[in-house]
């Protein structure tokens, strides 16, 4: 488990990094693990002094109170409005939403990391 104190993070986090990877699969056991990979990695992030940002996280709450008629779709609109905040991101592997997010975030020219080392830490 990653913790992290005041000492190793601050108001002033180099960059705002969405994590996208895969969500969707074939059973509720499945999807948390993609779940619980996109958290690790963002967890990872925060210790390295960034905020992490990740759509999903952010779209199913709001999915699952409103039961709208198409869920793909408002879990994509909402994912894809937090990505288009974010400074970079990291994809952790390929799904069809998170290709989605890599080619906004590659069509504004901003960075796509593939691993977690290629970022640096937070410049002090």
């Known amino acids: 488990m990653l913790y992290y ?3 190793t993070f601050s108001k002033t986090a180099d960059m ?3 994590v996208a990877g895969p969500y969707s699969a074939d059973t509720e056991a499945q999807r948390q693990a993609n779940l619980n ?3 690790e990695a963002a967890a990872i992030l925060l210790a390295k002094g960034h905020i ?6 952010a779209a199913l709450p709001v999915v699952d109170a409103a039961h709208v008629p198409d869920r793909y779709q408002a879990i994509m609109d909402i994912s894809m ?5 974010c400074e970079a991101l990291l994809l952790i592997a390929e799904s069809r939403g998170a290709n989605m997010e890599r080619d906004h975030i590659l069509a504004k020219g901003l960075p796509v990391y593939y691993s977690i080392e290629e970022i640096p830490d937070r410049k002090i």
């Open 5 to 7: 104190t005041l000492a």
């Open 16 to 18: 705002i990094i969405g």
């Open 37 to 39: 990979r996109l958290n």
């Open 52 to 57: 992490p940002l990740i759509g999903i996280n």
């Open 81 to 85: 409005a937090v990505i288009d905040k």
